[in-house]
């Protein structure tokens, strides 16, 4: 049976204020309703090996939000992270952090992580999806342009790593991934399906 029908009954709970997750949710054909924005602490141990981060940041905001889930609702959470040269690259907080990270990213390969955190009243399950990107070397005019158009316009502080994948700057910047193009976007939507299918079944 096909997962949309099998999720027929439950109510699937999106927390997360991406557009890029709902709208990956909504073409993968799967109904979901958006839970309200709640406050979540995102803060993580800084022994933490980095790999780890987005995995338990997404069961930090599932366990953050504040309803009480009932016997059908399926709470979905998620983060994502950019590890570039073994360190984390969050949001950008302005023009010039966005710009500080987009410069580290150029002529180098980096890694994103998404973790996905599903829960019911009474389990939980956490997974983890890695993809590589390689990112060409960007020229002097390349880099104002994106200060002067791509900041203004896409307006990527909402981005780890200041970038969206389908957006301006990843059309012409990116020279390769290894792994799942819709991880780096933000939801490992292919992985999610199977998950989630596995989940219902227990």
Not at 66 to 88: F, H
Not at 99 to 123: F, P, Q
Not at 158 to 183: C, L, M, R, T
Request: charged content about 20%; glycine content about 6%; hydrophobic content about 40%.
């Amino acid at each position: 049976m096909l997962l949309h029908k099998k999720l027929e009954g439950y109510n699937l709970i999106l927390a997360s204020a991406s557009p890029r997750r709902r709208q990956l949710l909504a073409d993968c054909g799967i109904e979901f309703t958006l839970a309200e924005k709640f406050e979540c602490d995102e803060s993580f141990p800084q022994t933490m090996p980095c790999s780890q981060v987005a995995e338990y940041i997404s069961t930090l905001k599932s366990n953050a939000y504040p309803n009480p889930l009932g016997t059908k609702d399926i709470l979905l959470t998620a983060d994502t992270v950019v590890i570039a040269e073994g360190k984390i690259l969050g949001k950008p907080a302005d023009r010039e952090q966005a710009v500080e990270m987009l410069s580290n990213l150029s002529g180098r390969k980096h890694t994103v992580i998404t973790g996905v955190t599903i829960r019911t009243a009474t389990r939980s399950h956490s997974f983890s999806v890695a993809s590589n990107v390689s990112f060409r070397a960007l020229t002097t005019e390349e880099i104002d342009y994106y200060i002067d158009y791509y900041i203004d316009n896409y307006r990527p502080f909402d981005k780890a790593g200041a970038y969206g994948i389908q957006e301006w700057i990843g059309y012409v910047a990116i020279e390769g991934i290894e792994g799942s193009f819709f991880n780096v976007m933000g939801l490992p939507i292919q992985r999610l399906y199977v998950e989630l299918d596995a989940f219902i079944e227990v």
